[in-house]
């Protein structure tokens, strides 16, 4: 049994609960649910991947084996969850990686796009308001604009992945037509969508704050490396499901640095040499967030110290300290949550500040702006 609700697009089946033997018929009446078709499909590990490298990866997957569609977030106005920009890769049997809402419209935009898989036309779509779907209202009020591509080309969207597999930012360009290119094309009705790589955190330390932070870092999905001096903390480490374990050994011979621009480093050490020697590394590195555990009067002693054997002023401010959002947290799973948000914050002030003059505009949700249409010809950051 099922119904259509009116000028909405997909059927919603209804499921009725079965009556126990003690239950009259009146006492439970058929719930209705709105259910896809290809729910039982999902693949729950996939499904709320958002980072570009990942649904591309998943994208590049299942059309080795079949067809599928890349759902594109192409304009958005009021409170919208994702930013233009935003990716869903959505497989012929209706599997789905990469969400453009809270839940409210996903399964409808994948339902559209195993229609534009069988028929082989690229469908634009528009949900909330000025939508014809007045069954799929966004509590958010806003509106949200998508561009659903069934034979994307591969090779821009695969040199699109590995770049930022490489850790190098990204653009493509998404044509009035519907065809993408590699790079900010300035062609008339144009969209360029620009991809930044993922956050890295690198932590060097010791003790309950060490493993906290790069506990909840990477439940977080953030990729995580973990520097500890002891072999033990080490051991502990991987059995929370810490994957990146570096044990040091001495100050006078650390890791070789391996830092980008997307790499946050925190030192959560309580020793003096290897404060020095750690942070002096680190200063000399890209990172675009360095932060190190402590009151203010240590983070004052640890700058002078640092000062006093060549840094400059200027560079010991790259030091934040004390760390967290939150001050004075003083147990470590709090100290977690604090530091990790700034350094969440920091990212995505990154990510949303130009770095290329090709940008005509940035309207990633940014402070002051009013309803984030994408503008022709506009180039919007993504993380």
């Known amino acids: 049994m099922s119904r259509v609700f009116p000028r909405s697009p997909q059927r919603w089946p209804m499921r009725c609960l079965p009556l126990r033997s003690n239950e009259s018929a009146t006492c439970r009446c058929p719930i209705m649910f709105r259910v896809s078709t290809a729910d039982h499909r999902l693949t729950r590990s996939t499904m709320y991947l958002e980072h570009a490298q990942d649904v591309l990866g998943q994208w590049l997957d299942w059309r080795s084996k079949s067809k599928a569609a890349l759902v594109i977030v192409t304009a958005t106005a009021g409170g919208a969850v994702r930013m233009p920009g935003a990716l869903m890769a959505v497989s012929a049997s209706g599997d789905r990686c990469g969400y453009i809402s809270g839940g409210c419209i996903d399964a409808d935009v994948a339902h559209h796009a195993r229609q534009a898989l069988s028929t082989g036309r690229i469908k634009r779509l528009r949900y909330g308001k000025g939508s014809p779907f007045i069954d799929l209202?966004?509590?958010?009020?806003?509106?949200?604009?998508?561009?659903?591509?069934?034979?994307?080309?591969?090779?821009?969207?695969?040199?699109?992945?590995?770049?930022l597999a490489s850790r190098q930012p990204v653009t493509i360009t998404l044509s009035d037509s519907g065809s993408l290119g590699l790079g900010h094309l300035p062609t008339p009705g144009a969209l360029s969508f620009q991809y930044m790589p993922k956050l890295r955190l690198r932590i060097a330390g010791r003790g309950a704050d060490s493993l906290a932070l790069s506990r909840l870092a990477t439940a977080s999905g953030i990729h995580t490396e973990l520097q500890l001096r002891d072999a033990a903390e080490?051991?502990?480490?991987?059995?929370?499901?810490?994957?990146?374990?570096?044990?040091?050994?001495?100050?006078?011979?650390?890791?070789?640095?391996?830092?980008?621009?997307?790499?946050?480093?925190?030192?959560?050490?309580?020793d003096v040499d290897w404060e020095e020697t750690l942070l002096a590394q680190v200063l000399k590195g890209p990172a675009f967030y360095i932060g190190a555990i402590g009151s203010q009067a240590t983070h004052a002693r640890r700058c002078e110290r640092l000062q006093s054997i060549g840094?400059?002023?200027?560079?010991?401010?790259?030091?934040?300290?004390?760390?967290?959002?939150?001050?004075?947290?003083?147990?470590?799973?709090?100290?977690?949550?604090?530091?990790?948000?700034?350094?969440?914050?920091?990212?995505?002030?990154?990510?949303?500040?130009?770095?290329?003059?090709?940008?005509?505009?940035?309207?990633?949700?940014?402070?002051?702006?009013?309803?984030?249409?994408?503008?022709?010809?506009s180039s919007c950051t993504n993380a």
């Open 137 to 163: 209202p966004l509590p958010c009020g806003g509106a949200i604009d998508v561009c659903v591509l069934p034979n994307a080309q591969a090779s821009v969207l695969r040199a699109c992945h590995d770049q």
């Open 234 to 270: 080490a051991q502990d480490a991987h059995r929370l499901g810490i994957g990146h374990v570096t044990l040091l050994t001495v100050p006078s011979a650390l890791p070789k640095l391996d830092d980008d621009p997307w790499t946050a480093f925190l030192l959560a050490f309580h």
């Open 311 to 377: 840094f400059t002023e200027r560079e010991t401010h790259r030091i934040r300290g004390p760390v967290g959002l939150i001050p004075s947290m003083r147990d470590a799973s709090s100290l977690a949550v604090s530091v990790l948000a700034e350094i969440v914050e920091a990212y995505q002030r990154k990510v949303r500040s130009p770095l290329s003059s090709t940008a005509l505009a940035l309207l990633a949700d940014m402070p002051n702006v009013p309803d984030t249409h994408l503008l022709q010809s």
